[in-house]
């Protein structure tokens, strides 16, 4: 305590204050603008997807299987769920989103081994300053995790199994953090069976084998709650043969950036393969990490080809996983002799760290400026638009939502606690199943009867969200939906849609595809 007291009192310890103040406003300040973009932000059916799964269940125990064909762990849902349970309020979806965000970059900020400007360009970079903070999804628990297993990673002789949990608890963030959590597990096997071979005792080996127990066993758990069954109309993932899987991973192997164009900000297909082939080449001062960055990387782009697109929230787990595996290499890298090849390798781990990677985060800047201003200038769904319009109407404070397209709906139990019909399906609910039991074709007049039929029986209104506009301008009398599905239409049922609705509310130009127009029946 002494020794301690008369650090703070020295020198050094004027500048170890110094730097600790600084740090904490530079993070303070990001949290603060985190959360006034998260004010203006309009909650998208995919951030209150989530939520709505996690408070399904009955029970805790119960939400994996309320998962079924979510294609998702279960940890994000749990952490919904236990926040809920706690506040009994919407507001923990965005407060545990920030909540992780921020301890994400507080663990990046002040235990990652990069230069401060470096730091400070990934604090202004799109995925946490608004894909993994502000957008309430699953992967900003996956920045946590990444940035806890490199910063754990020196310890991991003494701690072995806290990192297991570690690297458990990240396989069940997603899907594509369950395969990077893998190749992590094979750079631990080769550092301290492979390479440590001459210290490996039995209590050491002991401790090794629970923690990589505990370690597949989250991975497996993630796997089983992620595999969708075969009545799902999301993927394709039964109908994969070798040969699909093989050619994925060939095409991927040959242009490495083919599938990451949203992080590159849609740079030359040539361009994102040099600088993923440059930034392996940077970490070849530890090969074996060069080779599992490489292998994350084809397995990644292997699964936005054959299983599921990509979008940049998906993408970006690659820039998580290179960053721990910089991170980690230059913790590791003063143990490495500095002589013959790992010399010139070193020197070329220097380089790319301070060219290529800034480069790439730099571009995470631009990204993130213009996500930001779009968020801010545009509202991102029309839900809150809705929500208001309901509040001000009194007769429709208790009316029956009905949307179509059905899933544009599933933002709105954020703001109002009306009842969800969902004509597909014929179900009170407050998300869309994707399953082959939806009807694949609705049309207008199908459309109609359900109101009409819905209004007698439960007597009360219905708000009928219509998302496809102009019907009668269209060339087509077809709008082709995601994942098979299809509203079709005639002149007839068109005209008579017309004679039986009033058009009370339309709420339009948006960000994305969250807009309406608001039916009402005669």
């Given at each position: 305590m002494n020794a301690w007291i008369r650090y703070l009192g020295s020198a050094d310890g004027f500048v170890g204050r110094r730097r600790t103040a600084a740090s904490l406003t530079i993070l303070l300040l990001w949290l603060a603008g985190i959360i006034l973009v998260s004010c203006r932000h309009e909650f998208w059916r995919d951030e209150v997807r989530a939520l709505s799964l996690a408070l399904e269940p009955a029970w805790f125990w119960q939400v994996p299987a309320a998962l079924r064909n979510e294609g998702h762990p279960v940890l994000w849902y749990w952490m919904l769920r236990a926040a809920h349970v706690v506040f009994r309020t919407p507001l923990v979806l965005p407060i545990v989103s920030i909540a992780v965000a921020f301890a994400g970059v507080l663990v990046f900020f002040r235990y990652s081994p990069f230069p401060l400007w470096q730091k400070l360009l990934f604090l202004a970079g799109v995925l946490p300053s608004y894909q993994y903070s502000v957008m309430c999804r699953n992967y900003?628990?996956?920045?946590?995790?990444?940035?806890?297993?490199?910063?754990?990673?020196?310890?991991r002789r003494e701690q072995p199994l806290l990192l297991g949990v570690v690297t458990a608890a990240l396989a069940n963030t997603n899907a594509h953090a369950c395969l990077l959590s893998g190749l992590?597990?094979?750079?631990?096997?080769?550092?301290?069976?492979?390479?440590?071979?001459?210290?490996?005792?039995?209590?050491?080996a002991l401790l090794l084998a629970g923690a990589w127990a505990v370690a597949a066993s989250g991975i497996v758990g993630a796997v089983a709650t992620c595999l969708p069954g075969e009545e799902t109309i999301v993927t394709k993932v039964h109908a994969l043969t070798t040969s699909d899987v093989v050619a994925a991973l060939g095409e991927n192997a040959r242009h490495p950036g083919w599938r990451f164009g949203q992080m590159f900000d849609d740079q030359p297909v040539w361009l994102r393969d040099g600088m993923l082939w440059l930034l392996a080449a940077g970490l070849l001062a530890h090969g074996p990490a060069a080779l599992l960055f490489l292998a994350g990387n084809i397995l990644l782009g292997a699964f936005f080809s054959?299983?599921?697109?990509?979008?940049?929230?998906?993408?970006?787990?690659?820039?998580?996983?290179?960053?721990?595996?910089?991170?980690?290499?230059?913790q590791e890298a003063p143990r490495a002799p500095e002589t013959g090849a790992k010399r010139w390798f070193g020197l070329l781990h220097k380089c790319v760290l301070f060219l290529p990677l800034t480069a790439l985060l730099a571009v995470q800047v631009k990204l993130a400026f213009v996500a930001v201003r779009d968020d801010v200038r545009r509202s991102r769904s029309s839900s809150r638009a809705f929500a208001e319009f309901i509040a001000q109407h009194a007769g429709y404070r208790d009316a029956i939502l009905v949307g179509e397209p059905d899933s544009r709906l599933e933002s709105m139990p954020y703001y109002v606690d009306n009842r969800i019909y969902i004509p597909r399906e014929g179900v009170f609910r407050r998300f869309v199943q994707f399953t082959s039991a939806s009807r694949k074709d609705l049309s207008l007049h199908d459309l109609l009867v359900c109101v009409r039929e819905l209004q007698d029986r439960e007597r009360a209104a219905v708000l009928l969200a219509l998302g496809h506009m102009n019907l009668a301008g269209r060339k087509t009398r077809e709008v082709e939906l995601f994942y098979g599905r299809a509203f079709t239409w005639s002149p007839e049922e068109l005209a008579e849609f017309r004679s039986a609705t009033i058009k009370v509310a339309e709420f339009t130009s948006v960000l994305t595809d969250e807009e309406y127009e608001i039916y009402v029946l005669r």
């Open positions: 900003g628990i996956s920045m946590l995790l990444f940035f806890s297993f490199a910063a754990l990673y020196p310890r992590l597990c094979g750079l631990w096997f080769w550092d301290d069976v492979v390479a440590g071979w001459g210290a490996l005792d039995r209590r050491r054959a299983v599921y697109g990509s979008a940049l929230r998906h993408e970006g787990l690659l820039l998580l996983y290179l960053l721990t595996l910089y991170w980690i290499v230059r």
